[in-house]
T-cell receptor, first 113, second 113 residues
């Protein structure tokens, strides 16, 4: 199973771009990269996912390196409400093709005024 | 569209008592799962289901039972509560195994005394 490595914490000034890195050097060819975040005391919230190509939605952009061994989640204009723990997850295939989420400890992003 | 609904939000149990945590989704998702989150740790998978009548164990299944008689509901049963089961429990659902994000409930905070 592919493992992910994230820095335990990061800081970002409000209005600036937040770039959250994730290393997944053992990722398999059919595994997706997912990003979730968890604001204090709430359930995790899906942000974005991708396989090979860069992806963008209304919340964030996901940049995956060509060798797929690492990725970066970009919040283009961070706000105080983006303060949360951000989880990078590689989808783990299990028997019969179904897969579940395996959460690590994530990166605590603190956005300051 | 309520999403994923968990009840109760808070519960205190005495050691040895049993109870059921309820989880319901109205998005016609096939995939549902239960996670627990302990202080300073990421989420750990307890049980999951890939459809009505099909369930399987996750990372920490001991002390918990699940069943999936309908697509909408995925209850988690604690057979004989122990202090080690004090945690926040999250239910999640997804449309498909790989290509969609999971939607999480708001959590049940359980204390076993």
């Amino acid at each position: 199973d592919a493992k992910t490595t994230q820095p335990p914490s990061m800081d970002c000034a409000e209005g600036r771009a937040a770039n959250l890195p994730c290393n997944h050097s053992t990722i398999s060819g059919n595994e997706y990269v997912y990003w979730y975040r968890q604001i204090h005391s709430q359930g995790p919230q899906y942000i974005i996912h991708g396989l090979k190509n860069n992806e963008t939605n209304e919340m964030a952009s996901l940049i995956i390196t060509e060798d797929r061994k690492s990725s970066t989640l970009i919040l283009p204009h961070a706000t105080l409400r983006d303060t949360a723990v951000y989880y990078c997850i590689v989808r783990v295939p299990v028997d019969s093709g179904y897969s579940t989420l395996t959460f690590g400890k994530g990166t605590m992003l603190l956005v300051s005024p | 569209n309520a999403g994923v609904t968990q009840t109760p939000k808070f519960q205190v149990l005495k050691t040895g008592q049993s109870m059921t945590l309820q989880c319901a989704q109205d998005m016609n998702h096939e995939y549902m799962s239960w996670y627990r989150q302990d202080p300073g740790m990421g989420l750990r998978l307890i049980h999951y289901s890939v459809g009505a009548g099909i369930t399987d164990q996750g990372e920490v299944p001991n002390g918990y039972n699940v069943s999936r008689s309908t697509t909408e509901d995925f209850p988690l049963r604690l057979l004989s509560a122990a202090p080690s089961q004090t945690s926040v429990y999250f239910c999640a659902s997804s449309y498909s195994a790989v290509s969609y994000g999971y939607t999480f409930g708001s959590g049940t905070r359980l204390t076993v005394v």
